[in-house]
């Protein structure tokens, strides 16, 4: 069993940035891929980023690319998630996801779910 807890998120103007963090626990984490998605009212689910534990492979979806980063620390078994220039359209519940093999971008495949945290970004 793999638990995640997501921690960083919180109110930001526009503009400014937020560093969002997933903790893992659980068996066996490096034969895991680590996603982010993130979900506004009224909105499906959307893929932002992922990695793989035992990889250097990135991914990132279109709303991300330029602006996101995802990191990984192995040291501490935590996924980042860098975020800046935010525009009022990244205001969503952000979740931090964990699915076994390679990174995909189907919310469907991620097993494991962290409670999610709120990103609200101000105009």
């Known amino acids: 069993q793999v638990q995640l807890v997501e921690s960083g998120g919180g109110l930001v103007q526009a503009g400014g940035s937020l560093r969002l963090a997933c903790a893992a626990s659980?068996?066996?984490?490096?034969?895991?891929?680590m996603g982010w998605f993130r979900q506004a009212p009224g909105m499906e689910r959307e893929f932002v980023a992922a990695?793989?534990?035992?990889?250097?492979?990135?991914d990132y979806g279109d709303s991300a690319k330029g602006r996101f980063t995802i990191s990984r620390d192995n040291a501490k078994n935590t996924v980042y998630l860098q975020m800046t220039s935010l525009k009022p359209e990244d205001s969503a519940v952000y979740y931090c996801?964990?699915?076994?093999?390679?990174?995909?971008?189907?919310?469907?495949?991620?097993?494991?779910w962290g409670q999610g945290t709120q990103v609200t970004v101000s105009s």
């Open positions: 996801a964990a699915k076994w093999g390679t990174p995909t971008h189907n919310r469907g495949d991620y097993r494991y």
């Open positions: 659980g068996h066996t984490l490096n034969w895991l891929s």
């Open positions: 990695l793989q534990w035992g990889g250097d492979v990135t």
